[in-house]
């Protein structure tokens, strides 16, 4: 895991980027990688910096820029907008990792919604970014979209989160890693890259487990899907690397888990960004809500 910060103009250019590796879930040490990201794109010389747009995973209360929890990094009621205005002087805005992703597929990616999407963010955890009619999504609090935790029936795998059964403990890509070792003989732990690898090569148990994952996820869209009744649905994160036949595997499953009528509409793919569509959606999204930070800040 790794944290990756960039400095993008208005035009939606990256123009340089910063990559940071994450060690351990320690919520101190986290913050002090975000410091260390910025102090290093800061240190570039890019002149003005107008702001800093955030993306992160967990729970967020984007209006009072508080990651409110962030299992992964250990963040609880963290309020990363006012720490980061307070050190740099700059206006912040902090959105959830999964909303910033769809933004970033839905004003760069070059897909052809007429303003309804949903993104789909499948990596250590799992979750969903919903645009309708072209804006946000982001429900009462903010939450919309934190699918990873919602319970699978019949699963009863603990989940990081200390809850039972959570999606992300069958779909996501740690789950794939996990699973792989359980079934495997060997002595040694291996990683998602090495199970991507036993994949390609045609591995009977690797195949199993990346498709049983595929499925999973796939039933959970066409709720979805069916609930929402959007049907345009964009795939981006780790798990995208295992290519068609997992593609295929959630396409099927989805199909399955609704009526055809509210899903055979559906269109499915992978993003076209990789880990730009967070950097860009959360850049454009403090420019959506930039002017008002700015004179927020010039007022103070």
């Known amino acids: 895991d790794k944290f990756i910060g960039a400095i993008v103009n208005l035009s939606g250019e990256i123009k340089e980027t910063v990559e940071v590796p994450i060690v351990g879930s320690d919520g101190e040490k986290a913050l002090q990688f975000v410091y260390e990201i910025l102090n290093q794109l800061l240190a570039k010389g890019w002149e003005p910096i107008i702001g800093i747009g955030i993306g992160t995973p967990g729970l967020v209360n984007t209006r009072e820029g508080k990651v409110v929890d962030a299992v992964n990094l250990d963040w609880k009621n963290l309020p990363l907008a006012s720490l980061l205005q307070e050190r740099y002087g ?68 603990p989940c990081r989160c200390g809850q039972i059964g ?27 890259d090495e199970v991507e690898d036993r994949f390609v090569a045609g591995d009977g148990i690797a195949r199993q487990v990346v498709l049983e994952a595929g499925c999973f996820l796939g039933e959970f869209i066409g709720f979805l899907s069916a609930a929402l009744n959007i049907q345009e649905i964009i795939l981006t994160g780790d798990m995208t690397r295992f ?29 076209e960004l990789d880990y730009r569509a967070c950097i860009l959606g959360a850049s454009a999204h403090f420019l959506m809500d930039g002017y008002a930070l700015l004179f927020r800040q010039a007022e103070s």
């Open 243 to 271: 290519g068609e036949p997992w593609l295929n595997a959630v396409r099927q499953a989805m199909l399955q888990s609704a009526l055809e009528r509210l899903t055979q509409n559906a269109q499915l793919e992978v993003g």
């Open 166 to 192: 959570c999606l992300e403990t069958l779909a996501s890509a740690q789950a794939v890693v996990r699973r792989y070792n359980e079934l495997s003989d060997e002595a040694q732990l291996v990683s998602l």
């Open 90 to 157: 700059l206006p912040v805005s902090v959105l959830n990792d999964s909303q910033a992703t769809a933004i970033g597929e839905f004003v760069y990616g070059g897909h052809h919604s007429e303003g309804n999407l949903i993104v789909i963010n499948v990596k250590h955890g799992i979750g969903a970014g919903i645009l309708i009619n072209g804006q946000l999504f982001q429900g009462d609090d903010g939450s919309a979209g934190e699918i990873g935790h919602v319970r699978v029936h019949g699963n009863d795998l």
